[in-house]
């Protein structure tokens, strides 16, 4: 018997250095060997469990990828929050007036990302359960065999991120744990259930996980250890109240209080887990990169901040980048020999933040907001004027104005790599998924929940930059430093929800309803599905 094995050795040869990768597709290139074949030894056990769950963290379109495609999981994320918008240009960006709707929180339980990213988080979920059916076998015919727990912990925790993910953004799911599970026995689980089982499966896998920084070239490149399982739980004690909240239409996911989180057998206050979480990160050696920009650099392997990245080269991976050619003007890009989509721009709440914050350049590191120049210095010439973007112009529809096609800053955080290829999309700056000022910003709002100080915190992050120091800050202060700090990292939506502030009124959009701090679950879905509901006010 046969059967069609799911794997990519290029990823899995750079990645994890496993050394019989190369020489196993030397042997046999093609993508269907006897089963007996591809489980013979530990390493080909993990090639075909674990390694082909990596290939699916990044995506080359079609809305998949944790991040760096279009119309996924980061831009349900990040645009329908405060912090970003795509305005509408006259022909460019209409769309069906898509982005307008993400925007304004009038999406529909039928819109198309929805569905994109529904999909997406599913399939490596149903991945995840082949590869840990196919373990479990495995550890029946050979309990003695030491490498299989450690497999099986590393896909659990994957499987747990991906969960988390959908516990995240649309509260009410399925939790589906194994492969041959029929449609008709699929259950809907309450967000409360989801939230614990992320939890107990994160804190299983913690064992077994390796304590390397997955960010950093070798073994241990773009996979899911201690550190990242550690990033995550902190996440969940932080949303401890929103999470465990199953009825979410009633206060817009504040928090109010406190909630119990269960560690280590016991039961412990959610804002003190997320202090013990966050300090076991710390205790691992991350800190904060002596410049900021470093963390969004060619070269960031090198970086001692990041927690979690997607890899990205051009010459060794697929995955692919599109957020700064969707950004840049059409000459912008064109100046630097990649796509300009002229479209992505900060909001004016986020303009705001920024300019508040005294002796803060990180408006200027995250943005383009001016003129611009070229990868040789010289004017970005629009026509026969030098380009310059107009930051206080932006609005959800900029048609017919002056300054339609450069109204709105755009994104600069990230090095455009003058390597790239595939017109930008393809490049060597690894997408930064998680990083220790984040883990600062979270031990200080925990820390100021309980009543304490996070100044400490704060100022660290504050300092790098060389912004000034805070005192007595308060969690709005707080809020507006993540905001700053954490802009378009596909964080905000998740913060403001925390806050209680993801429906508030903002520029261009007025205050909107609760139930919208949870996307509908998508419509073709329910209807496949009659054990299925639609959350509410859907």
Not at 37 to 45: D, G, N, R, V
Not at 203 to 227: I, W
Request: aromatic share 12%.
């Amino acid at each position: 018997m046969k059967k069609n094995i799911i794997y990519s050795c290029l990823l899995a040869a750079a990645t994890f250095a496993l050394p019989s990768c190369s020489s196993f597709l030397e042997e046999n290139p093609k993508d269907q060997m006897p089963e007996e074949e591809a489980y013979k030894s530990p390493e080909l056990i993990y090639l075909n469990t674990v390694a082909n769950l990596y290939t699916q963290i990044g995506a080359t379109g079609g809305g998949e990828g944790l991040a760096g495609t279009d119309r996924g999981l980061y831009d349900i994320q990040t645009f329908t929050n405060d912090e970003a918008l795509l305005p509408t240009r006259g022909g460019d960006w209409e769309d069906g007036k898509l982005w307008q709707r993400l925007y304004l929180h009038t999406w529909d339980k039928s819109e198309a990302p929805f569905k994109s990213v529904w999909d997406y988080l599913y399939k490596v979920i149903g991945l995840s359960n082949q590869s840990i059916d196919k373990l479990n076998s495995l550890m029946e015919a050979d309990p003695e065999n030491i490498y299989l727990p450690v497999y099986k912990a590393e896909v659990q925790a994957i499987r747990a991120l991906y969960y988390y993910q959908l516990l995240d953004c649309f509260g009410r799911v399925p939790l589906v744990e194994k492969s041959d599970v029929q449609i008709s026995d699929v259950k809907q689980s309450e967000r409360s259930e989801v939230y614990n089982f992320v939890r107990k499966e994160l804190q299983e896998a913690l064992p077994y996980l390796n304590t390397a920084n997955s960010t950093k070239e070798g073994e241990y490149y773009g996979r899911m250890t201690r550190p990242v399982a550690f990033f995550l739980l902190a996440k969940l004690a932080l949303n401890a109240q929103v999470y465990s909240d199953d009825d979410w239409t009633d206060n817009g996911g504040a928090p109010n209080g406190s909630t119990d989180f269960e560690m280590n057998g016991q039961k412990v206050l959610c804002w003190d887990a997320a202090i013990a979480y966050c300090d076991s990160i710390s205790n691992l050696g991350y800190q904060l990169s002596s410049t900021y920009s470093s963390n969004f650099s060619v070269g960031n392997e090198k970086s001692v901040e990041n927690i979690f990245t997607i890899p990205m080269d051009p010459a060794k991976y697929s995955a692919q980048f599109y957020y700064i050619i969707r950004t840049v003007h059409y000459a912008h890009g064109k100046a630097y020999s990649i796509d300009g989509w002229n479209g992505a721009s900060a909001s004016k709440e986020l303009l705001a933040s920024f300019r508040k914050s005294k002796n803060d350049p990180r408006l200027e590191l995250c943005f383009f907001t001016g003129k611009v120049t070229g990868p040789d210095g010289a004017p970005v010439m629009d026509g026969d004027k030098e380009l310059e973007y107009k930051p206080d112009a932006v609005a959800v529809d900029v048609s017919g104005i002056a300054d339609e096609k450069t109204a709105g800053a755009r994104w600069k955080k990230y090095e455009i790599d003058p390597a790239s290829q595939s017109a930008g999309k393809l490049q060597s700056v690894d997408f930064v998924l998680y990083r220790y000022a984040d883990v600062l910003l979270m031990k200080a709002e925990a820390k100021m929940r309980k009543g304490e100080s996070g100044d400490n915190e704060i100022n660290e992050v504050r300092g790098r930059v060389g912004a000034d120091a805070l005192s007595k800050a308060t969690l709005n202060d707080l809020l507006d430093e993540r905001a700053r700090e954490l802009s378009w990292e596909g964080v905000r939506r998740q913060d403001l929800v925390r806050f209680g502030k993801f429906c508030d009124a903002v520029d261009g959009r007025p205050a909107t309803q609760p139930y919208c701090t949870v996307f509908p679950i998508p419509h073709d879905v329910v209807l496949l599905n009659k054990n299925l509901s639609q959350n509410k006010g859907y």
